[in-house]
């Protein structure tokens, strides 16, 4: 599964991951470094100290897996996002992250699913009480998409998605043993169908991104509002 | 007559040392991530740091590994970098 971490370490913004790259990573220990002050030395080895964590996909540990690399433009990027995200005073993009993190981190598809629609509902369906979560959902998201481009996606094709994406999420949350047939999507530009928990991975992390960096559509009624405007190029404008 | 006993001195002695000094014993938080190298050898944002993790951090990474297993301590090394905190 991808995931990216790349966060504040020393404080509890470390939930709050900037998911960015979308890079396979994690961390497994937390150092601290004195600056020219130790208490027991090895050698001439610095005296650091380790804390344990377990904060990276399971799939890291099970056999080879290439290491990647990332540019700067992304390492900018990152910082662009984190800046956003700790201006924000939303909570709702705090729960989203959180989810996504959780997601990347579960060894188990259904496990993930769940945490993934909960964020994406998060962000985009605060007003859960009235109406299908599934077509509310399915609408902001593309809307968000139409306003925001990303990657190869048309806004039809994310709103198809997204249907099929809670779709699952049901059929796994109700115990439904014949949930698996939809564990698989057809997505623009790939020729078979590919998992349909990373087009979800993708989905959250393009959400919380545009929405870390354009805040004001974290107010439904601002992109129901936009759903009903006509399409301007000129109001697009870079989103995941 | 009391034998000199190094780590209880250590105990008590940081204690101290912390207590006093506190304020002067800077320290830097490092993450070493996992399985990703990072193009530029070092990057500075106003928040963060991403920088190559030197040999001797490295080694001393490595001091106590005896009760990890194979696959974490390969997936510990595969960390050449570290996010650092500003």
Do not use: C, K, Y
């Given at each position: 599964m991808p995931s990216s971490t790349l966060s504040h370490p020393s404080t509890d913004s470390s939930r709050r991951?900037?998911?960015?790259?979308?890079k396979v990573t994690g961390y497994c220990e937390i150092i601290s470094l004195p600056y020219g002050w130790g208490s027991n030395w090895t050698a001439d080895l610095p005296d650091i100290s380790i804390i344990k964590v377990r904060s990276y996909p399971e799939t890291l540990e099970q056999g080879p897996h290439s290491v990647e690399s990332v540019t700067e433009d992304e390492l900018k990027e990152v910082g662009q996002i984190w800046q956003a995200l700790e201006n924000n005073t939303h909570n709702s993009l705090n729960v989203a992250i959180r989810r996504l993190n959780l997601a990347c981190l579960r060894s188990s598809e259904e496990d993930s699913i769940l945490d993934l629609v909960i964020g994406l509902e998060t962000l985009m369906v605060k007003d859960s009480g009235q109406g299908e979560i599934s077509h509310k959902?399915?609408?902001?998201?593309?809307t968000l998409v139409r306003l925001?481009?990303?990657?190869?996606y048309k806004p039809r094709a994310v709103f198809k998605i997204c249907k099929t994406l809670y779709n699952y999420r049901s059929k796994v949350a109700h115990g439904d043993s014949k949930a698996h047939k939809l564990s698989k999507v057809l997505v623009p530009s790939y020729n078979k169908p590919i998992p349909i928990i990373n087009v979800g991975l993708s989905f959250l992390r393009y959400a919380i991104r545009t929405l870390a960096l354009n805040p004001k559509y974290l107010d439904p009624d601002?992109?129901?509002f936009a759903l009903s405007q006509p399409e301007k190029d000129e109001g697009r404008q870079k989103g995941g | 007559m009391v034998e000199f006993d190094e780590p209880v001195f250590v105990r008590v002695y940081q204690?101290?040392?912390?207590?006093?000094?506190g304020q002067n014993?800077?320290?830097?938080?490092?993450?070493?991530?996992?399985m990703l190298r990072?193009?530029?050898?070092?990057?500075?944002?106003?928040?963060?740091?991403?920088?190559?993790?030197?040999e001797k951090i490295c080694l001393a990474r490595?001091?106590?590994?005896?009760?990890?297993?194979?696959?974490?301590?390969?997936?510990k090394n595969a960390a050449s970098h570290a996010l650092r905190a500003s």
């Open positions: 991951s900037a998911q960015v790259t979308g959902l399915s609408t902001r998201l593309a925001f481009p990303f990657e190869q601002e992109i129901d | 204690q101290w040392e912390q207590a006093a000094l014993l800077h320290f830097g938080v490092l993450v070493p991530l996992l990072v193009q530029p050898t070092s990057f500075e944002h106003e928040r963060f740091g991403v920088v190559a993790m030197s490595n001091l106590n590994v005896s009760s990890e297993s194979w696959s974490f301590n390969s997936l």
